[in-house]
């Protein structure tokens, strides 16, 4: 791999993260153009129906883009549709050489861009840090390729893997600084979902307070650019009603039930009926029906009940626990409901990718061995 292509292409990369925050549904794009071994032009997308990021980068360049190399996190869309097609303002532009980290999964592009521009005569260069690339727009990916999100699940531990004393009472397991941290992983995801149990027991809104953000993330992320995440409650037995505190806190809602409550809701709650399986939800339907409404990612956080069924039935990508040095005792309640094994062979297997020290607890993400 050319040491200059990546060189630039982690300039794009890191650019690219500047909208993990704001750009779903769409993935997160850096871009940056180099003529004569000056950057003369550099832009990121930010947001939905906003300047895809060669836009902006073509436009701070200007006339100094012919004949340039541009460096760009994703394949370039060809075709029109809330925006004008990047391909052709970049052919316009009559840069010289494209290099881009991975193709566009979504079918309406997968290679086509490329293909386009080639034909146009601009040299092509693709596959440059694909893989660091990728790993900042996983929901998008994987969404693309599967129809369904990136699923992560939360959970907060004791040193000895219990989530909440025998009476419920979590509050606080984990230090503030977690907790600050929880925030910003609400902030990043496109939806959050929880259980009525959950959300009733913690009086929770589920809502990012942007107060509670890290101050390096509020310097970057200004107070009126907020998304708030959807928010989804698993709510079989309809214990979820008009006055309770999350639905009182305005912001997309949808309540996933087993039959609709002619109830008096606000009209940003939704209601959908999910089948059961076994007296419980089919939440594989339910996740795929995430997907087609363009959900990248979901955060989910719950109690031990709904984890444990996430962890049987192989359908989380991502588990993040913050584990608390402190010791509940056997009369608590576990981190998961899991199957019961004989062999230890058949448990649920997974490896570190992360691990990270806050305030006084770790932060441990782990990925299943599919």
């Known amino acids: 791999m050319d040491v200059i292509d990546k060189f630039y292409m982690m300039r794009a990369i890191k650019l690219a993260k500047l909208g993990i925050f704001t750009t779903t549904p769409n993935p997160n794009v850096g871009c940056i153009i180099v003529?004569?071994?000056?950057?003369?032009?550099?832009?990121?997308?930010?947001?939905?129906?906003?300047?895809?990021?060669?836009?902006?980068?073509?436009?701070?360049?200007?006339?100094?883009?012919?004949?340039?190399?541009?460096?760009?996190?994703?394949?370039?869309?060809?075709?029109k549709n809330l925006t004008p097609s990047c391909?052709?303002?970049?052919?316009?532009?009559?840069?010289?050489?494209?290099?881009?980290?991975?193709?566009?999964?979504?079918?309406?592009?997968?290679g086509k861009?490329?293909?386009?521009l080639k034909s146009k005569g601009i040299q092509i260069t693709n596959n440059v840090l694909s893989k660091k690339a990728k790993s900042i727009n996983y929901g998008f990916f994987k969404r693309m390729n599967t129809g369904f999100p990136w699923i992560q699940l939360k959970l907060a531990s004791s040193l000895d893997g219990k989530i909440a004393l025998l009476n419920g009472n979590s509050k606080w397991i984990s230090s503030k600084v977690s907790r600050k941290d929880v925030q910003n992983l609400r902030a990043k995801s496109t939806a959050i979902l929880s259980t009525s149990r959950t959300i009733l027991q913690d009086n929770s809104t589920l809502l990012v307070k942007w107060n509670k953000l890290f101050y390096q993330i509020k310097k970057k992320y200004p107070k009126k650019l907020l998304r708030q995440p959807i928010r989804i409650i698993l709510d079989r037995l309809n214990k979820i009603k008009p006055t309770n505190k999350i639905i009182l806190s305005?912001?997309?809602?949808?309540?996933?039930?087993s039959q609709y409550t002619f109830e008096n809701w606000p009209h940003y709650v939704e209601q959908i009926i999910i089948p059961e399986i076994n007296n419980y939800f089919n939440l594989k339907y339910l996740f795929k029906i995430l997907g087609n409404r363009g959900i990248n990612?979901?955060?989910?956080?719950?109690?031990?009940?709904?984890?444990?069924?996430?962890?049987?039935?192989?359908?989380?990508?991502?588990?993040?626990?913050?584990?608390?040095?402190?010791?509940?005792?056997?009369?608590?309640?576990?981190?998961?409901?899991?199957h019961k094994f004989t062999n230890i062979i058949n448990v649920p297997n997974f490896y570190f990718t992360n691990i990270k020290k806050l305030g006084p607890d770790l932060k441990l993400i782990l990925k299943p061995i599919k």
Do not use: W
């Open 35 to 79: 003529n004569n071994k000056k950057i003369i032009g550099q832009g990121y997308h930010f947001k939905t129906g906003k300047s895809h990021a060669e836009i902006n980068a073509l436009k701070m360049a200007g006339q100094y883009a012919k004949g340039s190399t541009v460096y760009v996190t994703l394949e370039p869309c060809n075709y």
């Open 297 to 338: 990612s979901l955060l989910i956080e719950a109690g031990s009940i709904l984890s444990g069924s996430l962890i049987n039935d192989k359908l989380i990508d991502e588990l993040i626990i913050y584990l608390s040095p402190k010791l509940l005792g056997n009369m608590s309640l576990n981190l998961c409901n899991i």
């Open 113 to 116: 861009g490329l293909k386009f």
């Open 250 to 257: 305005p912001g997309k809602i949808i309540l996933v039930k």
């Open 87 to 110: 391909c052709q303002a970049l052919v316009n532009a009559k840069i010289k050489r494209l290099v881009v980290a991975s193709k566009d999964p979504n079918p309406k592009v997968n």
